[in-house]
């Protein structure tokens, strides 16, 4: 069984995986918590779902926030007595990249593409919608060619409710018509609709540039919120990363053993 973990700037999402599948996840806040903390979340989260340490061969992780790193390896340590195989430069993780710089391409999103590429062909537009909507685009060939990074839209909305003294703080949920006729209603309709028109016409554009049509997957803690409002038909996972991870890790023991 492996522990795979992606560790995001608002949520830390740890899975078991079987057989590659995902038996059991877990969700917790991105928070400064010390190795024995995040070990004890673990601990108490996974025994309600009846997984016990004992049952771990390996671990992944893939974090985006530099301080955690350290802390959730040392974590996956004291809990599951496994050394995790960290995402990052030097992994070999089957991606093509072809952006200018790879080492600028987050470990979050290489799992989301190695996840993405284990269940649909190319081209591929990926959405991811977290702290940010984040979209890129698989090739032929799966080559990474980039892509956008737009403000998520919970973000968006604490920085109008933070920055416009009239503006309240209000829940991410859509309103019941685009058209809102109060600024609670106004405000949800440019934080759903606006986002998932945004995903819309990036899609377009990116379709523009690749020559063709593509096949579209949506993640993210923020997909379900948003994605059902989008016009263009996207399958949603929520498990890319966790699948991805399990991919590198296995690509990685193979390595090994050559």
Same mark, same amino acid.
């Given at each position: 069984m492996l522990l795979a973990i992606d560790a995001g700037n608002s949520i @830390?999402?740890? $899975?078991?995986?079987?057989?590659g599948a995902v038996t059991a996840r877990a969700v917790f806040s991105t928070a400064r918590r010390t190795a024995d903390e995040y070990a004890t979340l673990f601990a108490q989260s996974f025994?309600?779902?009846g997984v016990m340490p004992q049952g771990f061969t390996g671990a992944a992780i893939?974090?985006?926030? +530099?301080?955690l790193i350290n802390v959730l390896h040392e974590a996956v340590k004291l /809990?599951? $007595?496994v050394d995790a195989l960290i995402v990052g430069a030097g992994v070999k993780t089957g991606l093509n990249i072809g952006i200018d710089d790879p080492s600028q391409l987050g470990a979050d999103l290489v799992a989301i593409? @190695?996840?993405a590429l284990n269940g649909y062909e190319p081209p591929l537009i990926i959405a991811d919608l977290d702290t940010a909507t984040t979209l890129y685009v698989i090739g032929p060939g799966s080559r990474f060619l980039?892509?956008?990074? !737009? +403000?998520? #839209?919970?973000?968006? !909305?604490? #920085?109008?409710?933070?920055?416009?003294? !009239? !503006?309240p703080n209000i829940q991410l949920e859509a309103p019941r018509r685009c058209i809102g006729t109060n600024t609670n209603d106004c405000m949800k309709s440019g934080a759903v609709f606006g986002t998932a028109s945004a995903i819309d016409g990036m899609i377009d554009r990116f379709e523009h540039e690749l020559g063709g049509p593509a096949r579209y997957v949506a993640t993210g803690a923020l997909a379900r919120r948003i @994605? +059902?409002?989008?016009?263009?038909?996207?399958e949603i996972d929520d498990l890319l990363s966790l699948k991805g991870l399990a991919r590198i /890790?296995?690509?990685s023991q193979r390595a090994k053993r050559k």
């Open positions: @830390v999402t740890a $899975g078991c995986i079987e057989s025994a309600m779902r893939a974090c985006v926030v +530099p301080q /809990w599951a $007595g593409a @190695v996840g980039g892509g956008a990074i !737009l +403000p998520g #839209a919970a973000v968006s !909305l604490d #920085a109008l409710a933070g920055t416009a003294s !009239l !503006l @994605v +059902p409002y989008c016009r263009h038909e996207m /890790w296995e690509r």
